[in-house]
């Protein structure tokens, strides 16, 4: 009975550690691990678009750029006439005008139309040897005060076409001719660029924001006043003029250096008595020398014949034309259309022009 009893305990006990031995031995399953707890992220918050007031926001002034200079220009045809050695072909659409440059103009790109109504232009020497005559810092001292620009076209100091004359008949070679010619623009050199230095550096008086434009701008219109409708290419008379123009020019770029470094400047020129040549020849020779130098010629509008009449009523009537957009001549009225009409004086005549040209300015 009792070994009966042990042998079925000793049964049990083995099937029991089969069991376990057979459950270690069994591969082990792999458990799949947790997934992990996806948080979801907070919320940001979104601002309300904030309400500017534009009101206390202060407008950024604009680039001062002043009346006179290149950089004014916006249109690359304007500005090709500017530039030196530009070849800037026929004008306009007309392929009979060849010479672009030496067509006179009666626009000014770089001139704004001031307020008062038309641009003024002044001839001829600066200063005259008359002391009764007017000269040009005269002119821009007159009318600075006024906001008025003036616009001169110069000849150099004390020489004229008789100069020229005396030297071509002292001198019975060409060589000899040049070289007094040379000689003599020399002598006014710093004289000349002295003058321009004076006139160019005056400002108007400056407006709310602290800007003032420049009140005059001096250009080119040979250095002897010679007529240059019958010049011919090769003669003296024309060597002798074309060393004139470089020369007026190269005491213009000094002159502007010295006093507006970095000021891109226009270069006009006016051909003295409005008469540009007449020989094909000439206007190709000369249309070369133009742009080299970058020189565009100009014309008038306003024509008040004040050196022959010296009349402050004739310069007046002139400018109250130029207002209605109207040409002028004293022998023909008021006449044909103008957009920026250009007034036309002579710097030695200010004293008995300066009443009529001041009234008209102020009566915008």
């Known amino acids: 009975m009792n ?70 220009l916006t249109e690359q045809a304007d500005i090709d006439l500017f530039t030196i050695a530009k070849d800037i072909g026929h004008v306009q659409d007309n392929p009979s005008l060849t010479f672009r440059r030496l067509v006179q103009r009666t626009i000014m790109p770089t001139e704004n139309r001031p307020s008062y109504g038309f641009t003024l232009t002044f001839d001829d020497q600066l200063v005259d040897e008359n002391p009764a005559n007017g000269n040009a810092i005269d002119i821009v001292n007159d009318l600075a005060p006024l906001g008025a620009r003036s616009i001169f076209f110069a000849n150099v100091p004390m020489v004229s076409g008789k100069s020229v004359d005396g030297i071509i008949r002292r001198n019975k070679t060409s060589g000899a001719r040049l070289a007094e010619t040379k000689s003599l623009l020399e002598s006014k050199r710093e004289q000349f660029i002295n003058i321009i230095r004076s006139l160019i550096k005056i400002k108007s008086p400056a407006d709310q924001n602290g800007n003032a434009e420049y009140a005059c701008d001096v ?26 123009i470089e020369f007026i020019e190269e005491c213009l770029e000094e002159a502007y250096l010295a006093e507006r470094p970095g000021w891109q400047r226009a270069r006009y020129f ?95």
């Not at 009966?4 to 691990?33: D, G, K, M, N, Y």
């Not at 250095?223 to 060393?243: E, P, T, W």
């Not at 000369?286 to 509008?301: A, C, D, P, R, V």
């Not at 109207?326 to 002579?346: D, S, V």
């Open 3 to 72: 070994i009966r009893r042990t042998s079925i305990s000793i049964i049990s006990f083995c099937c029991i550690s089969s069991l376990s031995i057979a459950q270690s031995l069994a591969p082990i399953e792999p458990v799949a691990p947790e997934a992990p707890e996806i948080i979801p992220p907070k919320a940001i918050p979104v601002e309300e678009p904030s309400t500017i007031d534009t009101e206390q926001i202060p407008d950024l002034p604009e680039v001062f750029i002043p009346t006179g200079g290149t950089a004014a």
């Open 219 to 244: 250009f080119n219109h040979t250095a002897f006043h010679q007529n240059m409708g019958r010049l011919k290419v090769g003669s003296d008379h024309y060597n002798i003029c074309i060393m004139g």
């Open 270 to 364: 006016r051909f003295p008595f409005l008469a540009d040549p007449r020989y094909p020849e000439t206007q190709q020779a000369l249309n070369q020398t133009f742009t080299k130098l970058g020189l565009i010629s100009l014309g008038e509008t306003q024509d008040s014949k004040d050196f022959d009449n010296y009349s402050h009523k004739a310069a007046y009537t002139s400018l109250a034309a130029a207002k209605l957009n109207k040409r002028y001549n004293p022998k023909f009225g008021r006449y044909g259309q103008t957009e920026r009409p250009i007034a036309l004086f002579h710097t030695k005549t200010w004293p008995k022009i300066k009443r009529g040209v001041i009234k008209a300015i102020k009566e915008k």
